[in-house]
């Protein structure tokens, strides 16, 4: 008897790409369509942010505090096992944190496919194509080796955010990712916005395309042969999870964030203030930041987590007490 197997989907990217927007997306195109989609959301957090983005109705693993292609290894099998044999749903979408290497992750999830009802389709990337432009005229150290890994471990390449570029930069960054990928299906988008059955048409595809690559696995993995004395690209990067015991003012939060140090590039969270009735998730990525009135699913604390590289944890953590004990002497 032919056993149905559930479609797996890694979405890879860096962070602050526009993965979680995708995924939002994709998760309503297949649950419209009949489909049970499920989630294993990485975080090298604490907390899962970006989970409270997805309806409370799709199961979801959380896997926090860790890279899912090295400290958070086993844990991704685990939470396979549990997703395909207790919920069994018809695909599973693994969005990974920023600064996973996919190949990692093709790895430990073909390896669970010969256990499990779950066979891999695809690697969908996403590029912030400013991002992309910005390592490449001005850096080529880590960060920029992990963005190129992403993007040629994919069979579909997203090259978002592309309405911040004119046309002479959205050249730039086609020439780019197709230097490294000439393989993958690209689409041009904003807010992640493609056409589903771009996604729900790889179903039909080879679990891993050619742009994967079985010369760059060969290469830049020696622990395919059970050697783990690698190194992993992105060891440079840090995460700082902050919890708030006071609602901070708005106005001198947004002030504390613009003036971050640009080695914190992403951060997120969820916070009251004390100068609004409402709570809001907010996202910053680039210089760039965002808020939205948001409701919480369960007992949510307020947070705010900061992920860059070698920035000094102690000074964030020391403006956010600052920022918390204004507030505090101002309701006193």
């Known amino acids: 008897m032919t056993v149905k197997r559930i479609t797996v989907f890694v979405l890879s990217g860096f962070l602050g790409s526009g993965k979680t927007t995708l995924l939002t997306k994709a998760i309503d195109y297949f649950t419209e369509s009949g489909r049970k989609p499920a989630v294993i959301m990485n975080e090298i957090g604490e907390v899962n942010l970006d989970g409270q983005m997805i309806t409370s109705e799709v199961p979801m693993s959380e896997l926090l505090g860790g890279c899912i292609c090295c400290s958070s290894r086993g844990d991704l099998a685990s939470a396979l096992h549990e997703l395909a044999l207790q919920e069994q749903p018809d695909i599973i979408f693994i969005e990974s944190t920023g600064i996973a290497n996919p190949m990692e992750i093709i790895d430990e999830v073909t390896d669970a496919s010969l256990v499990l009802p779950i066979e891999l389709k695809a690697v969908i990337t996403v590029v912030d194509a400013m991002h992309l432009l910005d390592l490449s005229r001005t850096s080529r150290g880590k960060t920029f080796r992990l963005m190129q890994e992403q993007i040629r471990c994919a069979n579909l390449l997203l090259l978002n955010k592309t309405d911040l570029l004119d046309p002479a930069g ?26 589903m059955q771009l996604i729900a048409a790889l179903e039909d595809g080879e679990r891993v ?124």
């Open 209 to 332: 395309s050619p742009a994967a690559g079985t010369e760059t696995m060969r290469y830049e993995h020696d622990h395919v042969s059970h050697d783990h004395h690698h190194h992993h690209t992105h060891s440079h990067v840090m995460a700082y999870t902050h919890y708030f015991e006071h609602a901070v003012d708005s106005n001198a939060f947004e002030e504390f964030v613009s003036k971050l140090p640009q080695e914190v590039y992403r951060a997120k969270g969820i916070l009251s203030f004390s100068d609004t009735a409402s709570r809001y998730m907010f996202q910053f990525a680039y210089r760039e930041m965002d808020f939205v009135k948001i409701t919480p699913q369960g007992n949510v604390p307020d947070v705010a987590v900061f992920i860059g590289e070698n920035f000094s944890k102690d000074a964030v953590r020391s403006g956010l007490l600052a920022l918390e004990a204004a507030a505090a002497s101002e309701t006193e």
């Open 170 to 195: 959205l050249k730039e960054a086609e020439d780019l990712v197709r230097e490294w990928n000439p393989y993958a299906q690209l689409q041009f988008t904003v807010f992640s916005l493609i056409d």
